[in-house]
């Protein structure tokens, strides 16, 4: 009896602790995505402009990103984003882990095509 006990709440403490931590990687994983797709459709936007773009990311998705953790660099259409960040994540009732997370995009800028006016019928 007592082990049936010990055994139901080391199954409720682990259901526990990954149901808590899919509620801090879910969102992370939208937030990379989103960051990767705003590097890789970025067009003429600056580095100033896709760092607001992926802040105003971070909050939609209620990522605690700061402006000081974004590092945005490119050189002609090769664009490369990083940042970090610590989310706090119950583990267990009553104990707090800083669970660390970062994203790495390294990717090449799409710009759409401009019409060639030479090819519109006159």
């Known amino acids: 009896m007592i082990k049936t006990v010990i055994k139901l ?7 526990n602790a990954t149901w808590h931590l899919f509620g801090a990687y879910s969102p992370h994983y939208k937030f990379k995505d989103g960051v990767q797709y705003a590097a890789q459709y970025r067009g003429d936007t600056t580095d100033e402009g896709l760092r607001e773009t992926i802040l105003g990311l971070a909050s939609q998705f209620e990522v605690p990103v700061t402006a000081a953790d974004v590092s945005v660099t490119h050189l002609d259409t090769h664009t490369i984003v990083q940042l970090s960040y610590v989310r706090p994540v119950e583990l267990a009732p009553g104990f707090t882990y800083p669970w660390p997370f970062s994203v790495h995009v390294d990717t090449f800028t799409v710009k759409p095509p401009k019409p060639d006016d030479s090819r519109v019928p006159k």
């Open 9 to 15: 709440a080391f199954v409720a403490f682990v259901a």
